[in-house]
DNA sequence: ACACACGGGACATCCCGTTCGT
DNA sequence: ACGAACGGGATGTCCCGTGTGT
């Protein structure tokens, strides 16, 4: 572990170098020549911060997971009315994986290397099981149609809420957020709709 | 000529693999050695029916350019009302992308390429095109409400059928379409109850 | 495993290359670019042939292990009178280590990851014990003293081939065989003398 | 002053940990590393003692040759009859090389340096030249058969000893000198044996 | 036309030696 | 003076693309 104030700023930019790095190349096209340049490193000097590639990407995933953990808590807690809990995940999601290129590159490495394994993302399904726990308890606010089946409803939410994010990622991550607030606006006009019927 | 007729077999055979290896671990980590292997060949074999790795990619490519051009050419088509075309689309591009491996791949490797370049997926946008202004016809036609704009309506269908993809790509494809018809159904519920509102 | 004869041949060529750069320099500070230019190969072209600097090891380690083999099953053959096959045996292994580069540095290589790992040397493990039993049937036999413990006169007989060899590798393995004939004849000498007294 | 004593005694316990390192892996895969972690120092303080990897290689040579050097005049000296001199360099050479770690450090680093250059390894020249020596006096001295060339003697006493040290350093040190002595058992026997012939 | 061997180059790894800050 | 961070370079690994023989 880094011990000087100097070590752990170096820390913070080599993981914020390769997380553009990762985020724009993948797992096996980026170059680690490539993240030390960025912060005006060599390669040797990363060695002393992480002892290899993958442990890298490691730091990336633990950073990524510990930001999503605190969301998940939060959605899965009792404080306010589901419906509220859940827009405010998907927002929360939004804005991390917008504002954050540590958790953008994790996401996208995860899904390479779920990808690669020919397993599910991990990730993916622990955020479809909270969703799909939370549009049932929306359901039985009755603030939804309860007479509609919740998996695919929380298939659409989590689809479209990450196909956003590979959409949007492309297309420049600025209006990320903006375009899902919209979305957002289009699925509870609708559910709540459908309620009225 | 019966050696252009094995020629051409073994040429499907190494798009197959090559598709199967590419949508596995992406571009730069795709081995073409491995490629060989899967359909007996050798990899001096292989550079008889593509000059490189990339003609290959190129291959898929053109592909999935030709299949989604016509589906696109039918979605833009007057033969039906808007809204069947839509749903016809969304559906095609979903038996597509489950179906044929050689268009999964391409679109893994269109969407690294333009991460890697930091520009828009031109498939996705043209489709995002079509949706949208298909979108707008079915509001015009009355089937949905003309109140809400398009434009999110449209990223919402674009995001979920894509991201549909991605996480259904990790957690087996065989029930993507399946999926795809339950979250259009939804869609389509709420979409036309804000209508009856 | 090399199909063609000119692989063959070049196959071999890498394993004696290898074996003076390892007998040479050892295992950590053997140069794989070396061992490619004493042939006029490039390090890629080694590839094809040896996964890695280890499998180049293992081959060596391979090609002793069949060599010293046939030396022991023969010593432990009933043939002939033990003080012959004992003769023998140190002979054939003065002449293998003299004249085979592989065996040479094979055994140097065994020998340097045996102290790293802070085990025995397998290989002069063997021979001790075999000669630990051909020392008793000589004595059994009456060509040597029986009142002398065997186990030392092993020690000693092992001792010092091994260490011929050492302190004649440095000085020039041309006279290897010379030297280790003329200790053996004092060393026979001495032993049937104090049988003698 | 006491600074002395303590960078005196700092000194001495990196000298220690550096000759169990390269006794251990040899000078290539000596891990300047590893030998500061064995004593809780760090690399950097390495380099207020020595300037670099090989003046830890030399320090350990000179402290070799000191001890040696000192055997060697006891052995030249003429206070005691040949034979006793012989027998006593032979065993206190077993003594160093088992109870000093410097000294088997050194000799390895020895051996390997004369390996890569080619070269005799002075240290065991220099013993074979007073073994030889010695060997010579004691056939004048009428205690072994002046008929029996000294060289092949000095070389199988030299073999023998060296031999039983590199044998015993893998097996275990701690049984070195016993077993050293019971070769010399043998070997005052058996070349006393001739005599009687 | 295929199979195998080979050339060439890029990259991750690794560690020695130095330079900062404390 | 000690220790952490850093620079630099060498080397093993790996794979794409080309040749040579069958």
Redesign the pocket.
């Known amino acids: 572990l ?6 752990l700023r ?1 820390y913070d930019r080599v993981l914020d170098a390769a997380a553009y790095e990762f985020a724009q190349y993948g797992y096996a096209s ?4 490539n993240i030390a340049d960025r912060i ?6 990363l ?3 992480f ?4 442990d890298l990407a490691a730091a990336l995933a633990g950073h990524l997971e510990g930001a999503v953990q605190s969301l998940l808590e939060e959605a899965g807690s009792t404080g306010a009315p589901a419906l509220e809990r859940l827009r405010s995940l998907l927002l929360a999601l939004a804005v991390l994986f917008q504002s954050d290129a540590r958790a953008h590159a994790a996401l996208r490495l995860a899904i390479e290397a779920a990808q690669a394994a020919g397993t599910p993302v991990p990730l993916l399904d622990r955020v479809h099981a909270i969703v799909l726990s939370l549009v049932g308890e929306v359901q039985r606010e009755g603030s939804w149609d309860s007479s509609v089946a919740s998996r695919p409803v929380a298939d659409l939410i989590v689809a479209a809420f990450f196909g956003a994010y590979w959409a949007g990622s492309a297309a420049g991550r600025t209006e990320l957020s903006g375009r899902v607030g919209a979305m957002w606006n289009i699925l509870a006009l609708v559910l709540r709709g459908a309620v009225g019927r």
Request: aromatic fraction near 4%; charged fraction near 20%.
């Open positions: 880094p011990k000087q104030a100097r070590a170096t980026a170059n680690l020549q005006g490193l060599t390669k040797g000097a060695y002393g911060h002892s290899n590639k993958e």
